[in-house]
């Protein structure tokens, strides 16, 4: 069985830009979470996809986006990147009527220069 | 962001010996608590979980301890190997189903 997929590993983009990773959870799996990890902030949740429908966001400005498609696949934007932005972004996906943790992907590690 | 601390614990210990790992949670209301472990270049890894109405959860050389009176959670290792070096992490799920990250504990395993 397939884990969680994120793409691309590494992502270097300039300040200004924008920027979009994706994630494609375990087959079956339709909640999809997606967390902004750094060192001094430790994992931060950005929000939670559910069937296509956000059910959950974290406190982060609007420039932080996402989307989730009908095959679950889940996709987050970034817009106007700062140097701040600079992360490892997390994806996680949890099964279906199991009230447990997530299952992480690798992971997306973004540098803006 | 939703964020809890800043400051990175570490804790050493010799190869074969046991290790406690702790962590504080902030929400009373959390009825779910998870322990994850992350490697250098890894996404965080489920190691095992305990449900409020527990106050202890044992799995394969892994024990969670939950004392909701303190909200504190511990995660011990028995016979720590040099494997075990890592990065762990304690989660709670919030009232609104939100998975929330303690600010971790670098476990390092000295040969």
């Known amino acids: 069985k397939a884990g969680v997929t994120q793409t691309p590993r590494y992502l270097i983009k300039t300040r200004g830009q924008q920027v979009t990773l994706s994630c494609s959870p375990i087959?079956?799996?339709?909640?999809v979470s997606w967390y902004q990890q750094t060192p001094g902030q430790g994992l931060q949740f950005l929000f939670e996809?559910?069937?296509?429908?956000?059910?959950n966001k974290g406190n982060f400005p609007g420039r932080f986006s996402g989307r989730q498609f009908s095959n679950s696949r889940s996709e987050m934007n970034v817009s106007t990147l700062e140097l701040g932005d600079s992360a490892l972004y997390l994806c996680?996906?949890?099964?279906?009527?199991?009230?447990?943790?997530?299952?992480f992907g690798s992971g997306t590690r973004l540098t803006v220069v | 962001g939703e964020s809890v601390g800043l400051h990175l614990p570490t804790l050493s210990v010799q190869e074969g010996d046991n290790s406690i790992i702790n962590c504080a949670y902030s929400?009373?209301?959390?009825?779910?608590f998870i322990w994850y472990k992350q490697e250098s270049g890894k996404g965080p890894q489920f190691i095992i979980d305990?449900?409020?109405?527990?106050d202890k959860r044992q799995g394969q050389r892994v024990t969670v301890l939950l004392n909701k009176t303190v909200k504190h959670l511990s995660l011990q290792i028995a016979a720590t190997q040099p494997g075990d070096s890592a990065v762990y992490f304690c989660?709670?799920?919030?009232?609104?189903?939100?998975?929330?990250f303690g600010p971790g504990t670098s476990l390092s395993v000295i040969p």
């Open positions: 996680a996906s949890r099964g279906p009527g199991r009230v447990d943790g997530y299952t």
């Open positions: 087959s079956g799996h339709r909640s």
């Open positions: 996809y559910f069937s296509e429908t956000q059910r």
């Open positions: 929400n009373s209301a959390s009825d779910y």
């Open positions: 305990i449900r409020s109405n527990m």
């Open positions: 989660a709670w799920k919030t009232s609104y189903d939100k998975v929330i």
